[in-house]
């Protein structure tokens, strides 16, 4: 439900990744005003650590620069140490504990990070209106 409330909404893209007509990953971010939020962001088992996830949330980011958003934000279970380590990685930073953020029992660690600090390609032309609401990228992170 979520997700197809998600395809239908312009203000949000949802990406998926395609390795050889498999679905490797998915993401979704919504685009504000004045920032984004990611709001899923997966890679299916058997594709992680091939850089999947990285081209997704590249993707997405500059969809955000081009649309003149500067300031990303997503939560992480406060569990998932490797999610975590995937976003620094990615340049992002915790900003604040959220205790109780899953159900009011899981933890959650909002994180972030300023895409003006990073340098910009300009190559990926990120359409906000779209015709089905999805949009998907090869192995080479062609859209
Ligand atoms: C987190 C997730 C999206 C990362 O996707 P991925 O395609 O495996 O990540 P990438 O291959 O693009 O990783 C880029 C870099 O991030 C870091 N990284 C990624 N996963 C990591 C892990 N589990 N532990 C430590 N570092 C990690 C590495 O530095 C990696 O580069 P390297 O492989 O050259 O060392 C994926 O593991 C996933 O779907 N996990 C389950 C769902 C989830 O936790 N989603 C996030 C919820 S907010």
């Not at 504990?97 to 340098?119: C, F, K, N, T, V």
């Amino acid at each position: 439900m979520r997700v197809a409330a998600s395809i239908r909404d312009p203000d949000v893209n949802v990406l998926v990744a395609c390795i050889r007509d498999n679905i490797a990953g998915f993401a979704i971010m919504r685009y504000g005003d004045a920032d984004a939020h990611l709001d899923l962001l997966a890679v299916a088992p058997p594709y992680r650590r091939l850089g999947v996830g990285r081209q997704l949330l590249e993707w997405l980011e500059k969809c955000a620069v081009v649309a003149g958003i500067f300031c990303v934000a997503l939560e992480v279970r406060a569990g998932n140490e490797g999610a975590q380590l995937f976003y620094k990685r990615m340049g992002y930073r915790t900003l604040v504990h959220l205790p109780g953020y899953y159900q009011g029992i899981e933890a959650a660690l909002r994180m972030g990070r300023d895409l003006s600090r990073r340098p910009v390609d300009h190559r990926i032309c990120c359409p906000r209106s779209k015709s089905n609401g999805v949009h998907s990228m090869d192995s080479e992170g062609k859209s």
